[in-house]
Every structure is written in C-alpha cells, then in structure tokens.
C-alpha cells in the first residue's frame, strides 16, 4: 500500500504547483512500514536541479504505477491532479495517462464521505468523529511561510505528519471501519447521526453502506467490519 499527500504553493492547479510529496509504503499483512520518505520537489526546482528533478518524478510514477493500492485524503480530486501536471510537464518521463486506472487504485476517504454522505469531511474531522489522535505541529499557512524560508525540514515534516495521521486512519478503517457523518442525506438519517462505513473483499462500500442502512440500528449495535485482504 501507498500512502501520499503533498503540499503546494495554493490550491489552483492552473497558478501553484507542488512544494512536497509525502509518502509511506505500508505492508498491510505485516502491519510494518516498508519505507516513509519525503521528496522536495519546490527545492530542486528553485536550484534548477534538472537531475534532482528527474529522479524525483521517476521515483513518484514508478510508486504510483507498481502500487496497487493508493491511500490519500482528497487524492483523486486535489493530489493527482497536481501529481499527474506536474509528472506531465517532463517529456522524458513516461508517466501515468490512465488517470481512471489511478481512480480505481485510490482509497480516498473525503471522495467516499461526499459520495455516500453527499458532503465533505475534512481529516482532522473525521479522526475527531472516529477517535484517532491527531498530531500536528502547525498549519497550511505556516507550511507556506517555511516554504518560502526554506525550511525544508520543518516543511518536510509536517507533510509527513499528515501521511502518518493517514496511515492511522487507514489502520483504524482495517481493524473497526470507519464513521462518516450523515448530516445531509436528505429522508434517512437524522442530521446527528453517523453511518458506519465498511468494505467487502472486493472493496464494495456501496453494497455494505446499504447493507447498514437497512439494519435502521444506532452505531453501538453495528459490529460486523468487512475490510478483508483488498490492499497489497
């Protein structure tokens, strides 16, 4: 399993670009992780480090194209976006077109909350609704300020933090399935209440999202978790 975030200059595609890609390969069967490293992408670009550059975007295709399973917080409409711009802006790198295939590959939380729930979640959200501990040591704008000091290791750091925060939540969604909050589904739930997503082994939540509806019980009474052996 990949797990990926990164960091930009802004939240524009078409104006900003990536500072950091954070990452952590993690062997679900083992429950170890194989390797965490951050790539700087903003300082080999501010020092023209034209090879710096290239082995930096091999290194992320080559990650995204042998790993079956990707992990990410609002990968498949933010992250891959500016991944594939960014892979894309170098003719000599044979990188990933088959942005559908990247699609299937994502396990991406904020995409399942506004598929299922019809509204976003943000991350430090859902681990506050399911428990999981976050530690961070600043924000985005301060990510911004170190960027722009060239705090690489501070910057560094806290794009790693957000990796971590994803592998806990992932490890949490393997072992007990993960809340969503149901505020706005229209005629099924009370705006208070949460929904108890889980997974069959071919990575369905549709079916068992369904499955949980129908059960009409409070979360205390939903126990049974299907997220069996779908990552490698």
Same mark, same amino acid.
């Given at each position: 399993?990949?797990?990926?975030?990164? $960091?930009?200059?802004?939240?524009?595609?078409?104006?900003?670009? +990536?500072?950091?890609?954070?990452?952590?390969?993690?062997?679900?069967?083992?429950? /170890?992780?194989?390797?965490?490293?951050?790539?700087? =992408?903003?300082?080999? $670009?501010?020092?023209?480090? $034209? =090879?710096?550059?290239? /082995? =930096?975007?091999?290194?992320? @295709?080559?990650?995204?194209? /042998?790993? =079956?399973?990707?992990?990410?917080?609002?990968?498949?409409?933010?992250?891959?976006?500016?991944?594939?711009?960014?892979?894309?802006?170098?003719?000599?790198?044979?990188?990933?077109? %088959?942005?559908?295939?990247?699609? +299937?590959?994502? #396990?991406?939380?904020?995409?399942?909350?506004?598929?299922?729930?019809? &509204?976003? +979640?943000?991350?430090?959200?859902?681990?506050?609704?399911?428990? +999981?501990?976050?530690?961070?040591?600043?924000?985005? @704008?301060? !990510?911004?300020?170190? !960027?722009? /000091?060239?705090?690489?290791?501070?910057?560094?750091?806290? &794009?790693?933090?957000?990796?971590?925060? #994803?592998?806990?939540?992932?490890?949490? @969604?393997? $072992?007990?399935?993960?809340?969503? @909050?149901?505020?706005?589904?229209?005629?099924?739930?009370?705006?208070?209440?949460?929904?108890?997503?889980?997974?069959?082994?071919?990575?369905?939540?549709?079916?068992?999202?369904?499955?949980?509806? %129908?059960?009409?019980?409070?979360?205390? &009474?939903?126990?049974?978790?299907?997220?069996?052996?779908?990552?490698?």
């Amino acid at each position: 399993m990949l797990i990926i975030d990164i $960091e930009t200059t802004g939240l524009k595609i078409s104006e900003h670009r +990536i500072k950091v890609i954070g990452t952590i390969l993690y062997d679900t069967k083992t429950k /170890e992780i194989i390797k965490d490293q951050c790539f700087n =992408v903003i300082k080999n $670009e501010m020092e023209g480090n $034209e =090879v710096g550059i290239i /082995e =930096v975007k091999e290194s992320i @295709a080559k990650l995204l194209l /042998e790993y =079956v399973s990707i992990v990410a917080f609002n990968g498949i409409n933010f992250d891959m976006p500016f991944i594939l711009k960014w892979l894309n802006q170098s003719p000599c790198i044979k990188s990933i077109n %088959m942005y559908n295939d990247l699609d +299937i590959k994502y #396990l991406d939380f904020c995409a399942i909350s506004k598929k299922y729930t019809n &509204c976003y +979640i943000s991350l430090n959200n859902i681990c506050i609704l399911n428990e +999981i501990q976050v530690c961070k040591s600043s924000n985005g @704008a301060q !990510a911004v300020i170190w !960027a722009k /000091e060239q705090n690489w290791t501070a910057l560094s750091e806290y &794009c790693m933090q957000d990796v971590f925060v #994803l592998l806990q939540l992932t490890q949490h @969604a393997l $072992e007990h399935g993960l809340y969503f @909050a149901t505020s706005r589904i229209i005629g099924t739930t009370m705006p208070s209440e949460t929904i108890l997503m889980c997974f069959d082994d071919k990575f369905q939540p549709v079916l068992a999202f369904d499955k949980l509806l %129908m059960l009409n019980k409070p979360k205390e &009474c939903i126990t049974k978790i299907c997220l069996d052996d779908i990552f490698e």
